[in-house]
């Protein structure tokens, strides 16, 4: 099963841009987005893109539910110093919302200059701890930058617990923190949180009002799993009517998920809640730049592509497009446009085997 999918940005006047939004909401179909990383802000931005392109005001039609275990960089720092959660991914999800033309866009993710204090640190970031510290409440702080900058959909934490990932390597070693994980480089056989955690109530509320769930793309044991593991989220996808989707990794990660296929990725993520979860599976089909993927191959990192029939995806149909991009001749990424443009396909098309609603 394959979508073509069209590169064309759609033009929009400044007339358009500066257009007031109506009190009655231009609905479309409501997606809700988990995840973490740079995977998830591609998500958000390709589907607030198009629901701007089709002149679509519902304020719910693109949520984004994001992690918060990290703990390094600016966000382990601020994390350790106020005791408020991390706010990067956050942050990068908020960028990702808001229009192209903002200035809040290269505000919010300035660094200060190195230095005592708050050297180093995105603007952002700032702005969301300080906000927490105001209201008490990292979701209100969420909102209310949200709310600030112009933000075309919403962002909230899974969790606004303390929480921290514990992960048990196929060494036998158990080791606390997302940072040391990662720096272990070692394959992890299973991963927890610690404490477990309960969901933010709105969270599951945009779930169960959602046309469309994405799962991924983003670290699978860092982004994808993290939201997954809060108690009732899961089951919650699970159980609602939405189309599923889980976005593959363009490329593996070394020391995670060294010499993982597509199928080996959806084993983990069976085996970590005990059942299968997705409609759909997408999936890139545009091959990697040579150069590119030699400067992958040499960190131990090489793409994921469709591999055939999948043992551990239940009933869920392979969607293959073109997703990839070069970013910088170094980086590869997800193209957010194809990606948005892919994924409100599928939602369109609804679950295998019923007529779509929308």
């Known amino acids: 099963m394959a979508f073509p999918i069209n590169h064309r940005e759609t033009a929009v006047t400044p007339k358009e841009r500066s257009r007031p939004i109506t009190t009655d909401p231009i609905h479309g179909p409501r997606v809700v987005a988990l995840g973490g990383g740079t995977g998830l802000p591609a998500v958000l931005e390709g589907l607030s893109r198009l629901s701007r392109e089709k002149g679509e005001t519902d304020p719910y039609a ?108 196929e060494s036998g070693e158990t080791v606390n923190g997302q940072t040391t994980i990662v720096g272990q480089r070692s394959p992890i056989r299973r991963l927890s949180i610690q ?32 939201n997954l593991l809060v108690e009732g989220l899961a089951a919650t996808i699970h159980g609602v009517n939405a189309v599923r989707i889980y976005v593959a990794n363009l490329m593996t990660e070394p020391g995670e998920t060294d010499g993982f296929t597509l199928d080996d990725h959806l084993q983990v993520i069976r085996d970590h809640i005990g059942y299968d979860l997705f409609d759909y599976v997408l ?42 991009i070069e970013w910088g001749g170094r980086k590869v990424r997800h193209h957010p446009e194809s990606l948005g443009r892919a994924i409100r396909a599928l939602v369109a098309a609804g679950r295998p085997g019923r007529a779509s609603s929308n």
Do not use: W
């Open 62 to 169: 693109v949520t984004g539910i994001v992690t918060v275990t990290d703990d390094g960089g600016s966000s382990g720092r601020l994390r350790q110093q106020f005791g408020v959660l991390p706010p990067g991914d956050a942050r990068n999800c908020l960028v990702a919302l808001t229009d192209n033309d903002s200035r809040f866009k290269e505000l919010l993710q300035h660094r200060l200059d190195e230095g005592p204090g708050v050297g180093g640190h995105p603007v952002g970031n700032l702005l969301l701890a300080a906000l927490t510290q105001a209201t008490g409440d990292f979701s209100q702080a969420i909102e209310q930058l949200g709310t600030m900058i112009g933000s075309r959909g919403r962002v909230l934490p899974s969790t606004i617990q303390n929480v921290r990932l514990r992960a048990e390597l």
């Open 195 to 226: 404490p477990s955690p309960r969901p933010v109530p709105e969270v599951l509320a945009a779930i169960v009002n959602a046309d469309g769930i994405v799962v991924g793309p983003g670290s699978l044991y860092t982004s994808v799993l993290p």
């Open 283 to 324: 999936v890139n089909r545009r091959p990697i730049d040579e150069a590119t993927a030699r400067l992958y191959a040499a960190q131990g990192s090489e793409p994921v592509f469709a591999d055939g029939l999948l043992r551990y995806g239940g009933q869920a149909q392979v969607v293959e497009c073109d997703l990839a």
